[in-house]
């Protein structure tokens, strides 16, 4: 089973250009979720969507935008990428709400 | 000031130590408590998942919970270089949001 996958695993991008995240799960999950880590900071709840057609801001959200296209699909948007974006986001699923969340493997963004 | 404190380590011990992993928190309303290991360059995976206080074992590890003391480690006996990765505690409960991450340890078993 592929379980979460995140596209693309690693980007570059200049300062001011947009792009978006995909994430993708076939575990049938209800909730979705979009992480940022950077070092010493742990993981770091950017948006979350609790169900299909339902969206919220976590703790970090400022620069991003998400949308829940289906009950599959989850992707983080960066409108004007900046430096302090530079970090590795997740997107992770879960069944429900908090119960136990599986992660993708990561994308490494780099803004310079 | 965090609710979730982690002991920061890096953490290096030989094969065959016991290790020991802590995190303690502020929000009484934690009651769900989680640990993942995160290997280098890989997402979390979930080790670890109890809820209350007390003991949960599940081969080489056992989790425990003190929500007196809000204090909960990771134990791993006989530990392995296969060991070796960032170990992350997370906690919510249902009348505290979202689940809220430690800054994660990272272990380093030697041969």
């Known amino acids: 089973n592929a379980g979460v996958t995140q596209t693309p695993k690693f980007q570059v991008l200049k300062t001011g250009q947009s792009m978006t995240l995909q994430c993708a799960q076939d575990m049938n999950h209800n909730s979705m979720y979009w992480y940022r880590q950077d070092p010493g900071m742990g993981l770091r709840l950017i948006y979350y969507s609790a169900s299909e057609g339902t969206t919220d801001k976590g703790e970090v959200p400022n620069g991003y935008n998400v949308s829940r296209l289906n009950k599959r699909e989850f992707s983080l948007r960066l409108e004007s990428a900046a430096p302090s974006q530079t970090s590795v986001y997740f997107c992770a699923s879960s069944q429900r709400e908090n119960t136990e969340a599986f992660f993708g493997q990561g994308t490494r963004l780099t803004v310079v | 000031q965090k609710e979730v404190e982690q002991d920061p380590g890096p953490l290096s011990v030989p094969e065959g130590a016991i290790v020991s992993l802590n995190c303690t928190y502020s929000n009484s309303a934690f009651q769900y408590f989680m640990w993942y290991r995160q290997y280098s360059r890989k997402g979390p995976e979930l080790l670890m998942y109890?809820?209350?206080?007390g003991n949960k074992e599940d081969g080489r590890f056992t989790a425990q919970v003190d929500k007196s003391s809000k204090y909960i480690s990771l134990f791993i006996r006989d530990s392995q270089p296969s060991d070796s990765a960032t170990y992350l505690c997370?906690?919510?409960?249902?009348?505290?949001?979202?689940?809220?991450f430690g800054d994660g340890t990272t272990l380093t078993v030697k041969p």
């Open positions: 997370a906690m919510w409960g249902t009348n505290a949001g979202k689940s809220t």
């Open positions: 109890t809820y209350s206080s």
